[in-house]
Nanobody, 122 residues
């Protein structure tokens, strides 16, 4: 299976920026989709953004103006650049992987990272 390790989570003040990284290893076949999800206390896990091996991106509509997903396929890494952070962005951010061209639903995802904590103070 594909193993994912996130890094970059931190404590940041509202309005600040943060960049998350996800390193993937294992049987990484193409095509595939990699994405970022987040889960705040007391809330369900939700999609932040995803990117296919072909470079097609998809964003949660409310976040697309502030967040940017990218990947470096040669290094098997995916990134999430977060700008203009708000306290509502506080959550554990998870990297995910799915073989194929689309994700579908969260239950379709093949692999999850352990998560990295992002805390935005007001």
């Amino acid at each position: 299976q594909v193993r994912l390790v996130e890094s970059g989570g931190d404590l940041v003040q509202a309005g600040g920026s943060l960049s998350l990284s996800c390193a993937a290893s294992g049987l990484i076949f193409r095509p595939n989709v990699m994405g970022w999800y987040r889960q705040a206390p007391g809330k369900q896990r939700e999609l932040v953004a995803s990117i296919t091996s072909g470079g097609i991106t998809n964003y949660e509509d409310s976040l697309k103006a502030r967040f940017t997903i990218s990947r470096d396929s040669a290094k098997n890494m995916v990134f999430l650049q977060m700008n203009s952070l708000k306290p509502e962005d506080t959550a554990v951010y998870y990297c995910a992987f799915k073989r194929g061209i689309t994700i579908g639903t969260m239950t379709d995802l093949d692999s999850w990272g352990q998560g990295t904590q992002v805390t935005v103070s007001s």
